[in-house]
């Protein structure tokens, strides 16, 4: 992968409205595509490159995608991004997806895809329910990935201690295959490196800082550590939730260049979105 040093000396930044340039080509020649097959963290998860992210503005049990598509137009977007080999789906309690996941696996077999959900459970009581909940709103023996979702404090794993206990149990007792935390400050993310019990780690990353917990550079590095650890690391706002929308070669570009992350979610709100998404990836990774 090129390195993030090297990504800047080839970059061309012009103020507020910076233009940057993505290198001419990946260090190793390599095209990739939204459904390159990757396997993730300790637990080696079969998942595909991109994830179709169900989240965008998302919170109190809806997002963009489940307010404007409806259980079918969601479980159908699901579906067509299957039939492209994107098997990697975005879920979570605060999104209020899980029952479309359950209509999209109506007609797709759960071990033909990756499954991912978040919980802010932090007791082990809370987190015994979340699992057996998001189980039954998803219609599913088990779950691949659960994490915990958007830690902002450096102390998360006192704070969370029973829900981590109890998702070590489960994935002991194969109800979920691996666990991890999604986090939104740099001093979580910090601590994520430094914890054995994350395997997985959702981060926030993109060229310009849009949506993240500091600069590029400064995230790169703990991620940096993260992938040293072992664990599995995920990208989010990859686009900045919109604010680079206009630029998404570049910004995939950047992403793809990373040797800091394994895959990434966006979250594309139709099929053309998708499709468009999808078209681009491989685009982008050719220079």
């Not at 450096?154 to 986090?183: F, N, Y």
Request: with cysteine.
């Amino acid at each position: 992968m090129v390195h993030r040093r090297e990504f800047l000396k080839n970059s061309l930044w012009l103020g507020g409205g910076a233009a940057f340039a993505p290198p001419s080509l990946l260090a190793d020649g390599k095209v990739r595509s939204a459904n390159d097959i990757v396997y993730l963290g300790p637990e080696k998860v079969r998942l595909s490159r991109l994830a179709m992210g169900t989240g965008t503005k998302g919170g109190r049990g809806s997002s963009a995608q489940t307010r404007q598509l409806g259980l079918h137009g969601l479980a159908d977007l699901y579906r067509f991004g299957y039939d492209q080999g994107v098997i990697f789906w975005d879920s979570a309690d605060s999104y209020g997806s899980h029952p479309h996941l359950k209509e999209a696996l109506k007609h797709i077999p759960h071990d033909k895809v990756c499954i991912m959900s978040k919980t802010r459970s932090k007791t082990a009581d809370e987190m015994r329910k979340d699992l057996d909940r998001f189980r039954q709103e998803i219609g599913v023996d088990y779950l691949d990935i659960v994490l915990l979702h958007a830690v902002r404090e450096a102390d998360w794993p006192e704070q969370r201690k029973g829900a981590m206990e109890v998702l070590a149990e489960a994935r002991d007792r194969k109800l979920v295959r691996t666990h991890g935390v999604s986090c939104h400050s740099l001093e979580a993310l910090k601590t994520a490196v430094r914890t054995p019990w994350v395997q997985v780690d959702l981060a926030r990353i993109n060229p310009v800082g849009a949506m993240m917990d500091s600069d590029p550079d400064t995230v790169i590095g703990v991620l940096r550590e993260m992938k040293k650890a072992g664990k599995g690391v995920i990208g989010m706002k990859i686009l900045g939730e919109g604010a680079l929308r206009d630029r998404a070669r570049e910004a995939l570009q950047f992403a793809m260049t990373l040797d800091c992350i394994d895959c990434f979610t966006i979250g594309a709100e139709n099929r053309d979105e998708l499709a468009d998404l999808i078209r681009r990836i491989p685009e982008a990774s050719r220079g």
